[in-house]
T-cell receptor, first 113, second 117 residues
């Protein structure tokens, strides 16, 4: 079955540091890939997505590229801010008559000033 | 303005009780979902409904019964609550774009934190 493996957290970085959160996946077909973010005390928000190989999703300075050859969708940001502190979830979705998001375990990111 | 709303936001109850969580979306989506997030933040799908029809049921105990009165609402009723049911429950919705290769973004509600004592 489908699965998503995310880098274990928690991750603590200083403000303006470079961020990478690794994500790899296993799927039977050609999934769409997503990063969702959950800020403290809030629900999940879509951060970015990519629907086919070599697509790059980007939003709020975050980027991730759909790499079919390495089955990866790593999240990157060049310069993190304190406001980026949140839990980040990598997810995939395959359409088999209905969509089902399969999530990774989440990575808690804390940015210190 | 709220796209996907859930009520209540917090629910504290005793073991053995029956409770419901309501979800409404005003996005005109055809498909709605319930997810459970446990204490370690792990998210897992429970149910999916498309146009009021149950599509996905991920081996959830039959104490959990989703009900969809119309395609804008998907409520979750839980009978005989147990300690292990304590979690945050998220509702989500998406368009049904049709076709084997189509997928669309799911929009999540703010979550309902259920605590069973």
């Amino acid at each position: 079955g489908d699965s998503v493996t995310q880098m274990e957290g928690p991750v603590t970085l200083s403000e303006e540091a470079f961020l990478t959160i690794n994500c790899t996946y296993t799927a039977t077909g050609y999934p769409s890939l997503f990063w969702y973010v959950q800020y403290p005390g809030e629900g999940l928000q879509l951060l970015l997505k990519a629907t086919k190989a070599d697509d790059k999703g980007s939003n709020k300075g975050f980027e991730a590229t759909y790499r079919k050859e390495t089955t990866s969708f790593h999240l990157e940001k060049g310069s993190v801010q304190v406001s980026d502190s949140a839990v980040y979830f990598c997810a995939l979705s395959e359409y088999f008559g209905n969509e089902k998001l399969t999530f990774g375990t989440g990575t808690r990111l804390t940015i210190i000033p | 303005d709220t796209a996907v709303s859930q009520t209540p936001k917090y629910l504290v109850t005793q073991m053995g009780n029956d409770k419901s969580i309501k979800c409404e979306q005003n996005l005109g989506h055809d498909t709605m979902y319930w997810y459970k997030q446990d204490s370690k933040k792990f998210l897992k799908i429970m149910f999916s409904y498309n146009n009021k029809e149950l599509i996905i049921n991920e081996t959830v105990p039959n104490r959990f019964s989703p009900k969809s009165p119309d395609k804008a609402h998907l409520n979750l009723h839980i009978n005989s609550l147990e300690l292990g049911d304590s979690a945050v429950y998220f509702c989500a919705s998406s368009r049904n774009m049709g076709g084997r290769t189509s997928t669309d973004t799911q929009y999540f509600g703010p979550g309902t934190r259920l605590t069973v004592l």
